[in-house]
């Protein structure tokens, strides 16, 4: 489904050069579910952007099926990731002047369908996601929790076959991020999708197919049972 060969990012920091990762090489095979851990500052974010067509690499290529994803203009970049990925992020980024049901919507409006057809879908998704009572509230009425829900929905609306999460438990209590954990990973196995989930909760990490760590610039695999079971 996903493949990286030899990936180097680079950034400039004053008048010296950040390598953040060099030479990394993985695949992702199609309907994994898999984890990506690290410390604060190794690059998962970055990883997570270039591998779905939001940045490029300073070398290396990244592949989905045979498409090479960094050779394609910011158009066609755009119509991929609204075609193949959804993303969920650490931070839920919904529109805060729409309803719930409205910001899941929002994916579909922009391929320039109209409400009366997406509304009963995004409806639909509310209810696959356990929110359905909370349609009509805007973002700031809904829990944190909720609002994690709403996004995971308005990612999955476009039925994608990729699911990118970048710490999509990392602001919610212990007991709010195993329901919505919980939730990714039904909804993985529903939806029949390949997902990548950046963590530092190692306990979710345990509980994932396939293992990468992102550690000083290098990527190595881990087994799932070698993690702690504690949150990292």
Partial sequence: MLRAERLKKVFRSGESDL??????????????????????GAGKSTLLHILGAL??????DVYCAHL???????DAAADFRNREIGFVWQFHYLLPEFTAVENI?????SRGRKWHEVEGEALRWLRE????????HRS???SGGEQQRVALARALITRPKILFADEPTGDLDNKTAEA????????????QLTSLIATHNLAFARRCQRVLR???GQIEELTPESLPADVA
């Fill in 129 to 136: 996601v356990g929110v359905e009572q909370r349609s009509r």
């Fill in 68 to 74: 090479r994803l960094n050779t394609l203009s910011g």
């Fill in 214 to 216: 992102l550690d000083r």
């Fill in 140 to 142: 700031g009425e809904l």
């Fill in 105 to 109: 919507a929002m994916p579909l409006l």
């Fill in 19 to 40: 390598v953040l990762f060099d030479n990394l090489s993985f695949e992702v095979k199609e309907g994994e579910m898999l984890a990506l851990v690290g410390e604060s």
């Fill in 55 to 60: 940045d490029s690499p300073s070398s290396g």
């Fill in 180 to 191: 919505v954990f919980e939730l990714i990973a039904r909804l993985h196995r529903d939806c």
